[in-house]
């Protein structure tokens, strides 16, 4: 059972940045796509970025942070970065790390506050 743990959260005022981090426990090889969605209250789980281990490396990101968060993914430390600018109040919700192989597993992280507040 892989375990994902994330950091980097806390509260920021409009306009500002963060820097999300999480980590594996161990290893995954093959095909395995990292990601963060995000949950506000009140609404549905939803797909922030993601990106695709390997070398293609492809990304999707949510038509509402492009331009503004940037998703990375260091295969030897085990860990996904979500860079975060331009953050906006909408922002706000628990970011979950996610980890999945296809057709196989899925793995979530315990997730992190983001908080844009003035």
């Known amino acids: 059972q892989v375990q994902l743990v994330e950091s980097g959260g806390g509260l920021v005022q409009p306009g500002g940045s963060l820097n999300l981090s999480c980590t594996a426990s161990?290893?995954?090889?093959?095909?395995?796509?990292m990601g963060w969605y995000r949950q506000a209250p009140g609404k549905q789980r939803e797909l922030v970025a993601d990106?695709?281990?390997?070398?293609?490396?492809?990304?999707n990101y949510a038509d509402s942070v492009k331009g503004r968060f940037t998703i990375s993914r260091d295969n030897v430390k085990r860990t996904v970065f979500l860079q975060m600018h331009n953050l906006k109040p909408e922002d706000t919700a628990v970011y979950y790390c996610?980890?999945?192989?296809?057709?196989?597993?899925?793995?979530w992280g315990r997730g992190t506050q983001v908080t844009v507040s003035s």
């Open positions: 996610n980890l999945n192989i296809p057709s196989s597993e899925n793995f």
């Open positions: 161990e290893s995954v090889f093959g095909v395995n796509i």
């Open positions: 990106i695709l281990g390997g070398g293609t490396k492809r990304i």
